[in-house]
């Protein structure tokens, strides 16, 4: 199995009936340099900045940063990289950042904690930014957003390191800094009702259907004893998400998915149902997603995603979905 779905590498990411989608990676670490070059991938949907951050025992400098972040860039210079903003608190908390909290997941965490912080977070898009001069592929997405005061909060930080940095790398003979496109996670229900009032401050939308089920179905993502309630095939978080992608089209602004649901076979069928055109996910699940993409019939899932939002669980859903799988192959 594994053979043929590496066969597909190399060859366009398409379905049968020729609609195109664009698979992007996931990423957190720069281990898997060599695997990642062999996936045939282009662009970094999500760089999960946090991740260095918690293995440091301090904030990374400012220096650290451009190093880490510049490693990552030029790896994909033939396309672009979403490097989201520090995405701690909830289940990520940072050793040297001390939280107690009752309640993480609607506490301090993403957005909220470096607004409260402007010096962390300006030193890390600074650093991101420093790290693109002269390659220009850094796109910068912002986790948590629940307010458009947060988005223009943000954006008016974004601006003045934008400033900042191209001031310092704009001389004659330096290569110059184009300001990077901003883009917001839609992961709080909230946003979902939201999108028109943040359209002008942003150039996309990145959809986070991890949290977005959390917080749709008032589920810890991350508690054993009601993982079972926790399913981003619930009936109510696909509207969720169809509507997410309608409005999107609506306000003429690019939209993709980066939480887990878009990694996953069935998961990825229904997002293409509902309009989808890019999906970011881990890398081991890159060769399996374009494999299915190219053996099913766009036309065919319209069906498909019809009962899937008329259905009364998310069991159901799993039915509909494993059975248009299994047709494909
Ligand atoms: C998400 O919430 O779907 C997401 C991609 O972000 P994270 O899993 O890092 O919270
Ligand atoms: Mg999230």
Not at 6 to 32: K, M, W, Y
Not at 74 to 103: C, H, I, S, W
Not at 128 to 134: I, K, L, S, Y
Not at 266 to 275: D, Q
Request: negative net charge.
């Amino acid at each position: 199995l594994r053979q043929k779905v590496e066969q597909a590498r190399g060859l366009p990411v398409e379905t049968e009936d020729g609609v195109a989608i664009t698979l992007q990676l996931n990423v957190g670490l720069n281990t898997e340099r060599d695997w990642l070059k062999e996936l045939d991938i282009n662009s970094v949907g999500l760089y999960r900045t946090e991740i260095p951050f918690m293995m440091h025992e301090r904030l990374p400098t400012e220096d650290e940063q451009v190093e880490l972040y510049g490693q990552i860039l030029e790896q994909f210079t033939a396309g672009t990289v979403v490097m989201r903003t520090l995405d701690v608190g909830g289940d990520k908390p940072l050793p040297y950042l001390p939280m107690d909290e009752e309640n993480p997941f609607l506490g301090w965490r993403g957005i909220r904690l470096t607004l409260d912080h402007p010096e962390i977070f300006l030193v890390q898009i600074r650093a991101m930014m420093r790290a693109a001069v002269g390659r220009n592929n850094l796109h910068i997405l912002l986790p948590m957003i629940t307010s458009a005061e947060e988005v223009d909060d943000a954006a008016r930080l974004v601006k003045q390191a934008y400033h900042e940095v191209a001031e310092e790398s704009n001389g004659h003979d330096r290569p110059q800094l184009t300001a990077p496109k901003l883009g917001v996670m839609l992961e709080v229900p909230a946003m979902v009702y939201h999108m028109h009032t943040i359209v002008d401050k942003v150039d996309f939308f990145s959809v986070g259907t991890n949290d977005l089920t959390q917080y749709l179905l008032a589920v810890d993502r991350n508690n054993q004893r009601v993982a079972s309630l926790y399913d981003a095939f619930h009936p109510a978080v696909l509207y969720a998400l169809k509507q997410i992608v309608e409005r999107a089209n609506e306000l003429n602004k690019p939209v993709s998915v980066c939480g887990e649901l878009a990694g996953e076979p069935g998961g990825a069928l229904l997002l293409v149902a509902m309009g989808y055109r890019t999906l970011s996910m881990n890398s081991y699940n890159i060769d399996r997603i374009r494999w299915i993409i190219r053996h099913i019939k766009a036309s065919d899932l319209a069906t498909m995603l019809e009962k899937a939002l008329k259905a009364r669980s998310a069991q159901e859903v799993r039915k509909l979905v494993t059975m248009t799988l299994e047709e494909a192959g």
